[in-house]
């Protein structure tokens, strides 16, 4: 049992010890930031970018307006960048004010119902990722408000970078003080970690209220996912899993009302489901993908607190396995790092106290978590209650060897963000990997079936079949291009990944295998 306990601590200290050096890290990064600066600065009249803006709006009839007329009035060449609004189901006056003040393509969406962000931009992107010479796509939310240098900056911030975060920059125009702690807390994690991992070329976490991404990348990936801020981190683990690295850029600068403060921590929930199932991943993967998925598991300030004082209390009064001198060492690290970030986060006097109450927010948000008073809470809010995180559908299709088909099924599995495919035939099964995207997950699978000589006839193997951005990142929509190649219609048909139909078309030839063999497979 002692040594049980001394094993768990060791462990518990190898876990403290290595987000205090991470914390430090991040905030010695940020000795650098006046390097950084300047070298945006020079990099603003480098070579200049088609920027595609894309705003999204639900009744923001007060900020709207103030934001396009600021986009018309960039220091930036307007031949470079064209705006294009979402409407989604607005019931003020926004459409109106809009047509007045001109500057921008207005797209209106939802006429019973919002359809939501992400159905909204992906609806607008498929039209417009086809337009030639694009070299970005920007996203904003239409709450925000934008300086004029805010293009300058983001042709700079291209210049070396594929994927785009932009800073938020809270206007106070309340005196209350849960809204000053919130604000405060969001620019010390913006200026300390999220710059300090920029700085050492590691990703962040996506933000669809400002994020900025390279057509080649848009095009390679097909699609975007802002649905909720789980989905925004399941995005950015795909964009990461392919070498793409999302960066924090403080000179990408927008400005909201504290009111519309949103916290960007995904659940506690998700993050450790998709840790756990991501995992597997980790072999064969870039570095940068391996860091990311174990930065997900960054303590909170009172676990971290806990963990450290008890080992600290431990290692006092008992022997342990690491020196009493070396835990404390790691303390004033700690606090050191903390300190030193204040100058390098360039915290304001005024701003600290609110900075030091916070832990005490996140405090008071742990309890609310706790399940006795979560049920307690959400029975007063009537919150309804989470879906099952666990989802399984089943699909007849076939597989052929180029000369005789044989029904199987695909079992299409979904569990705690990530996907995975299972083709099972009589007592036959192969299971993909677990996969961020659907399409991905039955590739996997398809590659298997191809090793053997076999092709899976569904739509997404076949050669009339394009994706479709649909908002998610499972990827599971898609057109069927057979009549417009037929020239029978100017229209191509939706369908999804596994549906089929006798119109199949290889998208490549396999040599023929007897379909025999594939029964003792």
Not at 240 to 247: A, E, G, L, M, T
Not at 270 to 291: D, Q, T
Request: aromatic share 14%; net charge positive.
């Amino acid at each position: 049992m002692v040594d049980l306990l001394i094993n768990t601590l060791i462990l518990l200290f190898i876990y403290v010890a290595a987000f205090i050096l991470y914390y430090a890290a991040c905030v010695f990064a940020g000795t650098r930031l006046r390097k950084f600066l300047t070298a945006q600065k020079y990099r603003q009249n480098s070579k200049l970018h088609n920027i595609v803006l894309i705003i999204y709006a639900r009744n923001n009839e007060s900020t709207i307006v103030p934001l396009l007329e600021s986009l018309n009035k960039q220091n930036y060449p307007r031949e470079n960048y064209q705006t294009h609004i979402i409407l989604d189901n607005c019931t003020d006056n926004s459409s109106n004010i809009l047509e007045f003040v001109g500057g921008a393509k207005i797209w209106r969406v939802g006429d019973a119902a919002p359809v939501g962000k992400d159905e909204a931009v992906s609806w607008l992107l498929e039209r417009l990722l086809s337009f030639q010479n694009v070299h970005a796509f920007a996203f904003l939310n239409a709450d925000r408000y934008v300086d004029e240098n805010f293009l300058s900056n983001i042709n700079a911030g291209l210049q070396t970078e594929q994927i785009i975060v932009g800073s938020t920059d809270y206007i106070m125009k309340t005196k209350n003080p849960y809204n000053c702690i919130k604000a405060v807390y969001n620019e010390y994690m913006n200026r300390v970690f999220h710059l300090g991992r920029t700085l050492m070329g590691l990703a962040t976490i996506v933000d669809s209220d400002c994020f900025i991404i390279k057509q080649e990348v848009l095009e390679k990936i097909k699609c975007v996912d802002f649905k909720d801020l789980n989905s925004e981190l399941k995005y950015t683990t795909l964009l990461v899993r392919n070498n793409f690295i999302p960066k924090y850029m403080p000179t990408v600068r927008t400005f909201t009302n504290i009111d519309n403060y949103k916290s960007r921590k995904p659940s506690v929930s998700f993050k450790l489901s998709m840790c756990w199932h991501c995992l597997g991943l980790l072999y064969k993967s870039n570095w940068k993908f391996a860091e990311f998925i174990l930065n997900i598991l960054a303590p909170n300030f009172w676990m971290l607190l806990l963990i450290y004082v008890s080992i600290l209390i431990f290692t006092y009064n008992y022997y342990f396995f690491f020196d009493y001198s070396v835990v404390f060492a790691f303390g004033v690290l700690l606090a050191a790092s903390f300190v030193a970030s204040l100058f390098t986060g360039h915290i304001k006097k005024a701003q600290l106290p609110y900075l030091l109450m916070y832990p005490f927010v996140s405090l008071i948000k742990i309890f609310a978590h706790i399940p006795l008073i979560g049920a307690v809470i959400n029975m007063f809010s009537k919150k309804p209650a989470s879906d099952e995180s666990y989802e399984m559908t089943t699909v007849d299709i076939a597989v052929t060897d180029g000369q005789n088909d044989l029904p199987c099924k695909l079992d299409l599995i979904s569990e705690s963000g990530l996907v995975k495919a299972v083709f099972r035939f009589k007592k036959k099964k192969y299971s993909s990997d677990s996969h961020i995207r659907m399409v991905d997950a039955i590739k996997d699978i398809s590659d298997k079936l191809n090793e053997h000589g076999f092709r899976i006839k569904i739509c997404q193997s076949c050669g009339y079949f394009n994706l479709k951005l649909d908002g998610s990142t499972n990827m599971v929509k898609g057109y069927c291009n057979r009549l417009l190649v037929q020239n029978l219609s100017d229209v191509p048909l939706e369908t999804v990944l596994w549906n089929s139909c006798e119109y199949y078309l290889p998208q490549e030839v396999n040599k023929v295998i007897d379909i025999n063999t594939f029964r003792d497979i």
